[in-house]
């Protein structure tokens, strides 16, 4: 029962974190295409995935070669500094102290620096670097949770099938809609994700220190808890001190 939970946990964590990803990169491609056009906004998607697939085929062996025990010490503190960073940001946007990510609002900036940019012949470099830079930086955020949590819980499987459905129904949303997901509750998503992230960080991180967790993985999902619970403390009092500034925080653009 502990091994299926862990699985389901894993995939889910990945399912969510590459879907943030995703709208994050789909919101630039689809500023491009619709501005630019499709053919140079597409080969640039498609030289972006070229180089994430030359990586991943470099980074999971290489992972596999490296001690379990070190394995997860390393990866354990990478999650821990990622998790944390996106829980800080979901925190302070929660609180009021941080200005709420606005997809609709990137698609319009991007959009309006797409049409302003010189029209070329051929192929469209502008379109092209747009597409390969939005693929490739998000991209790689995927493959770096995913590699990292399936190899650490050696649930490489259930990693790779969480981003893989996360990516797939972003790419089927946004072929049906042609506008960037602006109702994805980014911040709920992203407030989610930075506790998993930092729940996985710091029970791998402890496994390889030889820290023994009490029921060993059943010791996840009270992690869970205690960050959450000092998260939405951290929350609570951001807010207070908020209100008490008077501070007027805009919607991010």
Known sequence: MVDSVNGLAVALTTFLASGVEAVEALTIVLAAALTRGWRSTLVGVAAALAVIAVLIAVLG???????????????GALLLAFGLQWLRKAVLRAAGAKPIHDEAAI?????AAAHAAVPTTGVDWYAFTLAFKGVTLEGLEVVFIVLSVGASAHRMPAAVAGAAAAVGVTVIAA????????????????????????????FWA???????WPGSDAALPALFAIYGGVAAAAVACTRRAVISSGADVAVAS
Request: charged share 15%; net charge positive; no cysteine.
């Open 175 to 202: 072929a049906a809609v042609r506008q960037p997901l602006a109702r994805v509750p980014e911040n709920t998503t992203k407030f989610v994700v930075g506790l998993a992230l930092t729940t996985f960080g710091t």
């Open 61 to 75: 062996p290489a992972l596999s070669a490296i001690p379990i025990s070190a394995l997860r010490v390393v990866v």
């Open 107 to 111: 698609f319009a900036r991007e959009a």
């Open 206 to 212: 402890g496994e390889g220190v030889g820290v023994h």
